[in-house]
């Protein structure tokens, strides 16, 4: 299997540039190295698409997530091919994903 294309949805960008924001409150560079290590994480799906745990609360599983300190990244295997990246969420906070 060859590398495996990796799609970022609006909704998970601007949950980024929320996290991003919110930690730069404290600490610009800290928020920066984060975000590079939630992208980082990320990274790994374009070799191992089927690494993260399937998602508790969603009965479809296609939608997986992987964790990184207490963030969610949820992501969709669309097909052999690509994943769509669909939420990057706190753990506290309630799933919201739409279909």
């Given amino acids: 299997m060859g ?7 609006k ?3 601007a949950d ?3 996290i991003e924001n919110y930690i730069s409150l404290d600490s610009p560079a800290i928020a920066r190295k984060f975000i590079s290590r939630i992208f980082d ?4 799906l374009h070799t191992y698409p089927e690494s993260g745990k399937y998602v508790p609360e969603i009965k479809d599983t296609s939608i997986r997530e992987l964790l990184i300190n207490k ?3 949820v992501y969709q ?6 994943v769509n990246i669909l939420r990057v969420v706190h753990g ?3 799933l919201d994903i739409e279909f």
């Fill in 92 to 94: 506290s906070r309630l």
């Fill in 3 to 9: 590398k495996v294309a990796i799609a970022i949805t």
């Fill in 11 to 13: 909704s998970a960008l």
């Fill in 77 to 82: 295997i669309a097909d052999s091919n690509k």
């Fill in 41 to 44: 994480k990320i990274d790994q």
């Fill in 71 to 73: 963030y969610r990244i």
């Fill in 16 to 18: 980024l540039e929320d």
